[in-house]
């Protein structure tokens, strides 16, 4: 079935770091994805998404380029800050029997220190 | 900005007793979702629905059901409360592709 893979679980960096997590997918055709992000308390919340080979998502400074070459959709942002500091999932969508169901990473926690 | 919201946010349950937990939408979405949050697993999918009066099976719906009494409401049951049930519930709305989560309620079950 299909899978979202995140390499890692925990990221720690101290405020104006680069930021890199990665996602990599398993799935038939073209499933749209996901960077949902998680603040304490909260649901997830929809950072941005793309739907197609080379598409860019963008939002508050985060982006992510889908690759359909190397089944990837890795988030970056170039200068991070403590606010940024959340649990961050990356989903697809389940393109088959149109559940549109979302299938999601284990996330990856990010520690910002000021 | 879709509004979903949860009741309760939080609950302690007894092993064995029923729970049910509730949603609640505002903006006339088809789809609505309950997910479980366990560390170690990320969200997973219980039960969905597309339509009042109709609730479909996800991914891991044992020991759970699924009520849809009307466009805005959907619940989730749980007849007998076990200890591995124990987690973070999510429920969500969809339009367009993108799902819209709830506060989510914390369950404890002893």
Redo the contacts between chains.
């Keep these: 079935g299909d899978s979202v893979t995140q390499t890692e679980g925990q990221v720690a960096l101290s405020e104006e770091d680069f930021l890199t997590i990665h996602c990599n997918y398993s799935a038939s055709g073209y499933p ?1 994805l ?1 960077w ?1 992000v998680q603040y304490p ?6 950072l941005f ?1 793309a ?1 197609r080979d080379k598409e860019k998502g963008s939002s508050r400074g985060f982006e992510a380029t889908y690759d359909k070459g190397t089944t990837s959709f890795h988030l970056r942002k170039a200068s991070v800050q403590e606010s940024d500091s959340a649990v961050y ?1 990356c989903a697809l ?1 389940d393109i088959t029997g149109n ?4 299938i ?4 990856t926690t990010l520690q910002v220190q000021p | 900005e879709a509004a ?1 919201t949860q009741s309760p946010r939080s609950k302690v349950a007894v092993t064995g007793g029923k729970v049910t937990l509730s949603c609640h939408q505002t903006n006339n979405h088809d ?1 609505m ?1 309950w997910y479980r949050q366990d560390t ?6 219980i039960h ?1 629905s597309y339509v009042a009066d109709s609730t ?1 099976k ?2 891991i719906p044992d020991g759970y059901k699924a009520s849809r009494p009307s466009q805005e409401n959907f619940s989730l049951i749980l007849e007998l409360a076990s200890l591995s049930q124990t987690a973070v519930y ?1 429920c ?1 709305s ?1 339009t367009g ?8 309620t914390r369950l404890l079950v002893l």
């Design positions: 749209t996901f949902y308390g909260e649901g997830p919340q929809l998404r739907s999932y969508s559940t549109g169901k979302l999601f990473g284990l996330g | 979903v789809y979702y170690g697993h990320g969200l997973r999918l969905y479909e996800g991914d999510f969500a969809r592709g993108t799902q819209y989560f709830g506060p989510g």
